[in-house]
């Protein structure tokens, strides 16, 4: 299986970013091809841009790298209850590419965190309504709450409860793909 991970921020050092890497490590056997946002930094969206230079390489790139992918992990940072600026731009111009939909009918299982206890509740519950109008097939979500309390560089999840809810998720989604 290839999975195509990402956190939904442009910090280096994003708590998405480490969990991202966390729940990616829990597929046993797969393939991980981990993005940076960073490498696919672009002007910021706007219908003038794109009808006066088309859609950028960079865009263009991105959604290669979702055609070729079997599964979309992708962390979420919450920004003011919202995507990331650095997500929501890569969002805005991949999504314009003409004859296809943005995330090419591909299943994805949502995830996202926050130093606080909502982990990233907002924008998680945003994604997971927004994604399958552009053809994402979201299986499953999955809120780490109060990063700091919960996580740690070596281990990873730290509070068993969240860790078995997460590799129970994984563990089904493993399932519904091998069903197809």
């Not at 195509?4 to 910090?11: K, R, T, V, Y």
């Not at 708590?15 to 672009?42: G, H, P, T």
């Amino acid at each position: 299986m290839k999975i195509l991970a990402l956190a939904g921020s442009s910090n280096k050092n994003s708590i998405n970013r480490k969990l991202v890497i966390f729940a990616a490590s829990l597929f046993i056997n797969a393939e991980i091809n981990l993005l940076d946002l960073n490498d696919f930094e672009m002007p910021i969206y706007s219908i003038d841009r794109q009808k006066e230079n088309g859609i950028p390489e960079l865009a263009q790139s991105f959604s290669t790298e979702i055609k070729e992918a079997d599964l979309i992990l992708i962390s979420l940072a919450e920004h003011n209850g919202a995507y990331s600026v650095a997500f929501k731009n890569i969002f805005d111009w991949f999504s314009r590419i003409p004859n296809q939909t943005a995330w090419l009918d591909k299943p994805m299982f949502l995830l996202a965190t926050s130093p606080g206890a909502r982990g990233g509740s907002s924008v998680l519950e945003m994604a997971k309504n927004r994604f399958p109008f552009n053809g994402g097939k979201v299986l499953d979500t999955f809120s780490l709450p109060s990063f700091n309390d919960n996580f740690d560089e070596q281990k990873g999840i730290t509070n068993l409860t969240y860790l078995e809810n997460l590799k129970a998720k994984i563990q089904n989604i493993i399932e519904k793909l091998s069903d197809k």
